[in-house]
Nanobody, 126 residues
């Protein structure tokens, strides 16, 4: 089993930046993803990173603003969020996909991820 713990969520103003972290008990060779769920909306995929960190995928809504990365020596995945918008407000979840090391075309499907953290709240408001 893999335990995931997210941190870094906070209240920030529009245009601000925030860095989320996900500490894992293990995730070498696992693709890792970030998802978010806004109030009244379905959980959606935000980003995915391959086991080596060299392949990254993003939803259209965050491309150019968010950057996913990982440090396998620390079993940690990060989500750097810049130029935040009120629409980014959501609970952000870290997830691990033990069945693959790369992010496939449908990386955003929740069913592919077997392990999930409890989430961290990000609120963007002026």
């Amino acid at each position: 089993q893999v335990q995931l713990v997210e941190s870094g969520g906070a209240l920030v103003q529009p245009g601000g930046s925030l860095r989320l972290s996900c500490a894992a008990s293990r995730f070498n060779y696992y693709a890792m993803g970030w998802f978010r769920q806004a109030p009244g909306k379905e959980r959606e995929g935000v980003s995915c990173v391959s086991s080596s960190g060299d392949i990254r995928a993003y939803s259209d809504s965050v491309k150019g603003r968010f950057t996913i990365s990982r440090d396998n020596t620390k079993n940690t995945v990060y989500l750097q969020m810049n130029n935040l918008k009120p629409s980014d407000t959501a609970v952000y979840y870290c997830a691990a996909d033990p069945d693959r090391s790369n992010c496939v075309n449908e990386w955003y499907r929740q069913a592919a991820y077997d392990y999930w953290g409890q989430g961290t709240q990000v609120t963007v408001s002026s």
